[in-house]
C-alpha cells in the first residue's frame, strides 16, 4: 500500500495546476455571474442579481440553445455508441490479423487538425458540396439537402471526431469480458444474439458509460466544429458563451452559461450512469 | 438414453493435431475423466463436446444424437469451469436460473427448481448474493448448480477444482462424487490432478500427445498400466531398466527382480516400473524372492510419511515412502535395509514404447 503522503506527494504536481489554473479562476467567475452587466458601461460591480441564471430559463433564445446542446450531446453520443460498438467488436473479436489495421484505422483521424477535418466537412455537405452534387448528378434529389447549419451537420461532424474515443473505450471494455462466461452462456442455451443482449452488453457496461460520458462532455463543450458547420447563427452553448465573452463582452452572462452548462452535464451523467449501472447490475 | 460416443475425432491446427484420432464410448450415468498432463488434448476434446471447438474430424453423439456440427446452446450440456465463468451482473439465484429461463421456465416452478439445485450444492439462502461476494469454493458450487439446474443429459468439467486450494479441494471431491451419485448424469470430467481422476471416476482415460494411452477402471489404470506413459504418470514409480532371464528380470548391477507374470521374450529389454509406496522396508530379508539389499542414501519426513531413497547394488537408487508411524520410519542415512517388493507389484513393459 501506498501511503497517504506518497499519494498526496504524486498528486501535489496535477493538484498544483489544477487548482491554480482551473479551481482558482473557476471560482472567480462564481460573483462574476452574480452580477449585472450594463451595456456601454460594463460590469456592474456593486449590485447582485439572479438574472443572469433566470434569463437562461425564461428567455426562449437561450432555453432553445441549452436544450439544442443537451439534445446534440445526447445524440452524437447514442450515435457514437451505434456506430462504434461494431467496430470496437470486429477489432477484439475479429480476425487478429487485423486489430493493428483497425486499430490505426480508428486512431488515424485523431493525427489531422481538427479545423482541417471539420472544413472537410463542409466541403463535403456544404450546398454545392460532395454529397450534394453527387445525389443530384445521380439524379435521387432535385433541390440540395440542407445538411449544413443545423443539427444533421453538427451531428455528423462531431459524431466523425468523437467516434474514436467511444472505440478506444468499448475495445477495453470487450477486451474485459471473459470468454469463459459468454462460453457458459451459450452451453446454458443462449444463441448468439441472446448472449450478446444478455451477458456481452451488460459485461461492458463500464465502457459504455466512459465512453458516452466522455463523447458527451467533449461534444457539449466543442467549439471549433459547431461554429464551423453551424455557421453564425445556428448556436449551441459553447459559441454562446464565446460570442458572450468575446464578442458582446458580457461576462455574467457568459459566466452564468458556464456554470448551467457545467451543473446540467453533471447531473445528466450522474442520472445516466446511475441508470446504467442499475440495468448491467453493477450497483 | 444419454451417452456419449467419440468417433475417430481429429483435431488440428494448422499443421499440428492436438486431438488425434480419438474414440470413446461413455455409457449412460458414468462418470469418465480425460487425464493427462497440459497440453495432451483433454480440453480440447471436452470442448469439442461442448460445442465450444469445432472438430476436424470425427463424429460425436450424445444418445442417437449426432452432435458433430450443432451449436452448444442446443446439445443440452451442463458446463462447469475451471475459471467458473458466473456471471457477474447477476444474483446467484439468476446465474442458476439462467439455463432454466432459456428452456421457458419461469414462475413458481423456477423458483423452486433454482432452490432444488442450489440445496443441492448445499448453498441455501444465497440466491440473492452476487458471485463477487462469494468465496472460490462457493463461487464453483454456484457454478455446478448453475451446470445442473436445467438437467442437462451430459455434464462437462474443465478443471473445475485446480484453481481451489488443497483443503478445500478434498471437500469439494466429496460434494462432487455424492451429487453425480444422486444425480446420475453422464458425466466427463477433465483433470490433470490423478488422484482427482482415480477417487472420482467409473472409468479413467489417460491420454498424452492427443492420443489414449489407457481407457479403464481406475483399479486397472493403477495396477495394471498398459503403457510405459501410464506407468510413469500415475501413482510415484521408480523406474528402471532390465533384461529379462527366464521367469525374472535382471537389473544393472547383477539384482535379480521376480515378477508374478512376463510377456516380454527372453533377452528383451524391459523398462520395470515399482511404485514408492509399494515397497516395504524391513532389517532382516523377507520370505518371498524379491528382498533387496541396499542403504538408506537419503531421508525426508514429510508428515503422514517419511521417503527414504535406497540404494541398491552399484549403481542404482530407489525411492521408497513408508508411513511415518511405523518403526521402520526412524533410519539414518547409511543404515542397511532389505527392500521387499511383492511380486505383483513390479510392473514391467517392452521398453521403447512412447513415454
Known sequence: MTSLRT??????????????????PLLLLVPTSFQEYRPGFGIAKDSWT??????????????EVVLRTIGLGTAVTLSCLLFGYPVAYLIVRGNPRWRLALTLLV?????????????????????????????IDLGLIEKPLKLMFNLTGMMIGLTHIYLPFMVLMLVAALQNVP?????????????????FRSVTLPLTAPGIIAGSILVFVLTISALVTPRMLGGPTYQVMATLIYDEYMQLLDWPSGSALSFALAISTILIIWISSRMTKRWAGLA | MSNVSLRHLVKRYGKTSVVKDVSLEIAEGEFVSLLGPSGCGKTTILRMVAGLIEPSDGKITIGERDITRLPPNKRNIGLVFQSYALFPHMTVFENVAFGLRRKGDS??????????????????????RYPRQLSGGQQQRVAMARAIAPRPSVLLFDEPLSNLDAKLRDEMQIELKRLQRDLKITTLFVTHDQAEALSLSDRVCVMNDGVIQQFASPEEIYHRPATAFVASFIGK????????????????GGLVLRPTSLTARDGDTVDVFIRQE????SHAAGMDGNAIPGTIALRSFSGAQVQYVVRIGASSELVVEVPSSGEISNLAQGDAVFVNIRPEDIITLQAGQTS
Not at chain 1, 10 to 23: G, N, R, T
Not at chain 1, 125 to 133: A, E, K, Q, Y
Open chain 1, 7 to 24: 499519494g498526496a506527494l504524486l498528486l501535489s504536481p496535477l493538484l498544483f495546476v489544477l487548482v491554480a489554473a482551473f479551481v482558482v
Open chain 1, 50 to 63: 439572479i438574472a443572469n441564471y433566470a434569463r437562461i430559463v425564461t428567455d426562449d433564445f437561450y432555453l
Open chain 1, 107 to 135: 486512431i488515424f483521424p485523431l493525427m489531422l487538425n481538427l479545423v482541417v477535418r471539420s472544413f472537410g466537412w463542409i466541403v463535403l455537405l456544404t450546398n454545392r458540396g460532395v454529397v450534394n452534387n453527387l445525389l
Open chain 1, 179 to 195: 470468454r469463459d462466461v459468454e462460453s457458459a452462456a451459450a452451453t446454458l442455451g443462449s444463441s448468439r444474439l441472446h448472449i
Open chain 2, 107 to 128: 414462475g413458481p416452478s423456477l423458483t423452486a427448481r433454482v432452490e432444488e439445485a442450489l440445496a443441492m450444492v448445499r448453498l441455501e439462502g444465497y440466491g440473492e
Open chain 2, 237 to 252: 514409480p521408480n523406474r528402471l531398466r532390465g533384461t529379462v532371464s527366464g521367469a525374472a528380470v535382471e537389473l544393472a
Open chain 2, 278 to 281: 509399494a515397497v516395504t522396508l
